[in-house]
T-cell receptor
Framework: KAGVTQTPRYLIKTRGQQVTLSCSPI?????VSWYQQTPGQGLQFLFE???????NKGNFPGRFSGRQFSNSRSEMNVSTLELGDSALYLC????????????FGSGTQLSVL | EDQVTQSPEALRLQEGESSSLNCSYT??????LFWYRQDPGKGPEFLFT???AGEEKEKERLKATLTKKESFLHITAPKPEDSATYLC???????????FGKGTRLHILP
């Protein structure tokens, strides 16, 4: 069974640009969560989607958005990039909304110059 | 607000030297406490879920325990391949959000 796949693996953008990151969950998993990981703040929850609906949202500005498609694949978008958005963005999938066990992808390393 | 604090931030041990990692949490109505392991360049990998005080889980050289205020990850006779960042996370009663601590970077010297 294939794991969680995130693309691209690395991304370099400049301030003011926007970026879209993609996540394909494990087959059969319907819950997808996104996290931002930085050395200073650790893993911070962005949002969670289940059956194309956003179930939870973390404390991030509206520049961060996401969506989920009918096949459970998910995308997150960051508009008007800032230097502080440089981070590893991790996607995790789970078979149920209880999220008792999250399966993470390897992440997208975003660098904003 | 739910909070998770892990200590120490970093720990260096000699191979075979046992120790414990601490995870303190503040959440009303804990639904679950989780331990993950993260290797450089990879996403976290699930290790354990603990649900109630007094519960223990074991896997190879790792044992996780839970009290009403904290959890410990005990590592017995560690090997260099146990070197990684260990993350603790909690889930509260209101929604299914998983909140992570900042992790403990463990380095086992051969």
């Amino acid at each position: 069974k294939a794991g969680v796949t995130q693309t691209p693996r690395y991304l370099i953008k400049t301030r003011g640009q926007q970026v879209t990151l993609s996540c394909s969950p494990i087959s059969g998993h319907r819950s997808v969560s996104w996290y931002q990981q930085t050395p200073g703040q650790g893993l911070q929850f962005l949002f969670e989607y289940f059956s194309e609906t956003q179930r939870n949202k973390g404390n991030f500005p509206g520049r961060f958005s996401g969506r989920q498609f009918s096949n459970s694949r998910s995308e997150m978008n960051v508009s008007t990039l800032e230097l502080g958005d440089s981070a590893l963005y991790l996607c995790a999938s789970s078979p149920a909304t209880t999220n008792e066990k999250l399966f993470f992808g390897s992440g997208t390393q975003l660098s904003v110059l | 607000e739910d909070q998770v604090t892990q200590s120490p931030e970093a720990l260096r041990l000699q191979e075979g030297e046992s120790s414990s990692l601490n995870c303190s949490y503040t959440v009303s109505g804990l639904r679950g406490l989780f331990w993950y392991r993260q290797d450089p360049g990879k996403g976290p990998e699930f290790l354990f879920t603990l649900y109630s005080a007094g519960e223990e889980k074991e896997k190879e050289r790792l044992k996780a325990t839970l009290t009403k205020k904290e959890s410990f990850l005990h590592i017995t006779a560690p090997k260099p391949e146990d070197s990684a960042t260990y993350l603790c996370a909690v889930q509260g009663p209101v929604d299914d959000k998983i909140i992570f601590g900042k992790g403990t970077r463990l380095h086992i010297l051969p």
